[in-house]
């Protein structure tokens, strides 16, 4: 076994190696490459901004200085104990229908 994954091991490092020295010494040249970026003959010219754009022109909008308190705007809500809420899942939990039928296999 251990001489068989060996052997596969060593044919695709052969392979990969003539895979990368394919083509007289690979895809890549060792001579450099200049780059050149393309000419464009339009350049960038500065002109006036646009005209100003109202964004609400369809929709109202109110303004309005001062501030309120939260608990005006939204009422507190009545704080219940964590063990009532557990103790009413139990309960719901309870009188939930049950399954009919169980399938033991």
């Not at 500065?46 to 109110?62: H, I, K, T, W």
Request: charged share 20%; hydrophobic share 40%.
């Amino acid at each position: 076994m251990k001489t068989t994954l060996f052997a596969l091991c060593f044919l695709c490092a052969t392979t990969a190696a003539f895979g990368q020295s394919a083509a007289g010494g690979g895809a890549l040249g060792n001579e450099v490459q200049v780059f050149q970026m393309a000419s464009h003959p339009q350049r960038a010219t500065q002109v006036p901004m646009a005209q100003e754009q109202n964004l609400f022109d369809r929709s109202g909008y109110s303004f309005v200085e001062g501030e309120r308190p939260l608990w005006e705007v939204q009422p507190l809500a009545p704080k219940v104990p964590l063990g009532d809420i557990a103790r009413a899942l139990r309960k719901e939990h309870e009188t939930a229908k049950k399954a009919d039928f169980v399938r033991n296999d």
